[in-house]
């Protein structure tokens, strides 16, 4: 029974996953099935392991089942190590402290979960249940599913000849243009080269509003790091006003339409901010693929945690029910081992 259960789950959310993605990539129920897939598949084969392994190799299973566990370990402290170079290099802000507390939340909640599963009684490890499930259960899961959302869009093929290419804006330092945003629009020059190779000449648009410790609009730097990279000022549409990604996206789409520009778009971004971007895409009813800059790699992991918080804002009431229903799910569970 249990290996048809699961098997039909594998099925079932490869179809869906499959089926999603040909109909519309930008969505995060893409990661869900995908890793509703992943997950029957791999608690099926780790129970046939430890099945196979006997009673007389209970060391064997023991060591088996702490993997996971060693691997939260492991994981949190990557994320604590990440957490504190992010505070060294950018200051002791909520962006930056993410990783660090995740990697933290990771650790405790590990070593309390395990300190009460080597106690013994029904009791403590039914506490250790809800330590371990209850507590991270559904947003780690929920932030796995984002991942492969994310890693699933990444790796896609992008339509080729775009009618323009949107490069979004990150902020300024000192009225200059920082690494992070220079990564971007050398990669929307690198995707205009290659478009000029297949006879396309696609207008870039950076695209970015000026802040209050600003000197210039990032729109109007940018296309200052364009010209001296050697674009001609008819093959570059500022636009200067937006300050969210919402409205980068949508008064370029309207800065481009005055121009009689239309079709579909290349917006190009950084690597952690594609899951988001295209996500935003489909929501505004654009016609637009996203690609991913570079970015270095100690930056990537608060950035991305940042990305998944603004993401879950976008579907309150899923949330809230799916947490409310993983809650009660674990509560009863817990019951049901005391009980018994």
Avoid at 37 to 48: C, H, K, T
Avoid at 166 to 181: A, K, M, N, Y
Avoid at 210 to 232: C, F, I, K, N, V
Wanted: charged share 15%.
């Amino acid at each position: 029974m249990r290996l048809l259960v699961h098997s039909l789950v594998i099925v079932l959310g490869l179809v869906l996953y499959v089926v999603s993605t040909r109909t519309e990539p930008r969505r995060w129920r893409n990661g869900v099935f995908l890793l509703a897939a992943v997950w029957s598949a791999v608690d099926l084969l780790a129970g046939e392991i430890v099945g196979r392994l006997g009673v007389e190799r209970h060391e064997d299973a023991v060591v088996l089942l702490a993997l996971p566990w060693l691997g939260a370990v492991v994981l949190g402290l990557l994320l604590l190590l990440n957490g504190l170079r992010m505070v060294r290099r950018g200051g002791r802000s909520l962006s930056n402290l993410l990783s660090l507390l995740l990697g933290l939340a990771m650790i405790v909640a590990t070593v309390i979960g395990v300190t009460l599963f080597l106690s013994g009684t029904t009791t403590t490890v039914a506490v250790a249940g809800i330590v371990i499930l209850l507590l991270p259960g559904y947003p780690a899961l929920s932030l796995v599913s984002y991942v492969l959302y994310c890693l699933d869009y990444l790796r896609r093929r992008k339509r080729p000849t775009p009618a323009a290419i949107v490069v979004l804006g990150s902020g300024l330092v000192h009225g200059r243009i920082p690494r992070l945003l220079a990564r971007r629009l050398d990669a929307a020059i690198a995707l205009r080269r290659t478009e000029e190779l297949h006879g396309g000449r696609p207008p870039l648009v950076p695209s970015g509003g000026q802040g209050d410790d600003e000197p210039t609009s990032e729109g109007a730097a940018m296309t200052a790091y364009l010209l001296e990279r050697g674009l001609d000022e008819n093959e570059v549409v500022t636009e200067d006003r937006a300050t969210s990604t919402e409205e980068n996206l949508l008064l370029s789409r309207a800065l481009l339409e005055e121009h009689g520009v239309t079709g579909h778009l290349r917006v190009v971004t950084s690597g952690y901010h594609v899951g988001r971007a295209a996500l935003i895409c489909r929501r505004l009813g654009l016609d637009a693929d996203v690609s991913g800059a570079r970015t270095a790699w100690y930056f990537v992991p608060s950035a991305f945690l940042r990305e998944f918080v603004a993401v879950l804002t976008y579907h309150p009431w899923v949330n809230a029910i799916g947490l409310t229903v993983w809650a009660a799910l674990s509560a009863v569970l817990t019951y049901a081992v005391i009980a018994g």
